[in-house]
């Protein structure tokens, strides 16, 4: 995205695109990559919808329908007679893909990659206590398969990791919270999208993060839902600080959190 400001506007340049039937969403990930950036701060107003639409090559229906939905993210206030200005960071919903992509972008720090892991963290112990003391049998057959999977495939990157999510979906899924397991798991997708927080996994890594699984598993095994809490907690925590990159830019979220 070209930083350059326009001088009339103060609003950054757009390269001129060629319309296409999915340039909506281009340019509803185009203006909030420019607006998670910090290209324009809030209370900043967008261009007019007729310099949107030229500098986007697409009608202004397309860009009046496009800033609705960022207005529905909560980044602009549409007010009529007085322009779409950028609302502050704390209006911001940050679980929305396209903002929660951006912001990890944009984050040198790795601060955004941070916080969702000490959430994660959180919302993911509480469930492995509760599917402690809620699993059935046939639950914990179809947990111990995902376990199972993940150890005949660690020597599989892709592979493994699959099966390491399937079995975080699983515990999310017979905790039987639904609000909790909606978030995390909302948090989860949007992380493993991202190179970022995918990291390097060593062969050590793996099998650390292996016998972290496995002791996740005895705990739900043995309906000790204390012991589900704790394991699930550090494990969530340990394995994002193995993961994580080294950064030139320091956090300014405190002391770096793993997840």
């Known amino acids: 995205m070209p930083s350059d400001p326009r001088p009339e506007t103060g609003f950054p340049l757009f390269d001129k695109r060629e319309p296409s039937p ?22 900043d107003l967008l261009p007019p919808e007729g310099t949107l639409a030229e500098r986007f090559g697409v009608s202004r229906t397309v860009i009046r329908e496009s800033v609705k939905r960022i207005e529905e993210k909560g980044l602009v206030t549409i007010a009529r007679g007085r322009g779409t200005s950028v ?24 601060g955004v990659l941070d916080e969702l892991s000490v959430v994660r963290a959180q919302l993911e112990s509480v469930m492995a206590a509760d599917a402690a003391v809620r699993r059935s049998d046939v639950q914990l057959e179809e947990l111990e398969g995902h376990l199972q999977q993940m150890r005949d495939s660690s020597h599989d990157d892709e592979a493994f990791r699959a099966a390491d999510a399937a079995f975080h979906v699983a515990v999310m899924s017979f905790s039987g919270n639904r609000l909790a397991e909606s978030i995390a798991r909302t948090l989860f997708e ?6 970022r927080f995918r990291g390097v996994d060593s062969r050590d890594s793996i099998r650390t ?9 005895a705990a739900i095994a043995a309906g000790n839902a204390d012991e589900a809490h704790e394991n699930m907690n550090r494990h969530i925590l340990d394995a994002w600080q193995r993961r994580r990159m080294p950064t030139s830019a320091p956090s300014d979220r405190g002391t770096p959190a793993a997840g």
Not at 28 to 39: E, F, K, L
Not at 87 to 110: A, E, F, M, Y
Not at 190 to 195: K, Q
């Open 22 to 43: 999915t340039l909506g969403i281009a340019v509803v990930d185009a203006i909030v990559d420019v607006i998670v950036s910090g290209a324009v701060r809030p209370g």
């Open 87 to 110: 609302r502050p960071t704390s209006s911001w919903n940050i679980l929305d893909q396209v903002v929660l992509t951006s912001l990890i972008k944009h984050d040198d720090s790795l």
């Open 190 to 195: 949007r992380a493993r999208a991202n190179s």
């Open 209 to 217: 993060t292996l016998a972290e699984h496995e002791a996740v598993f």
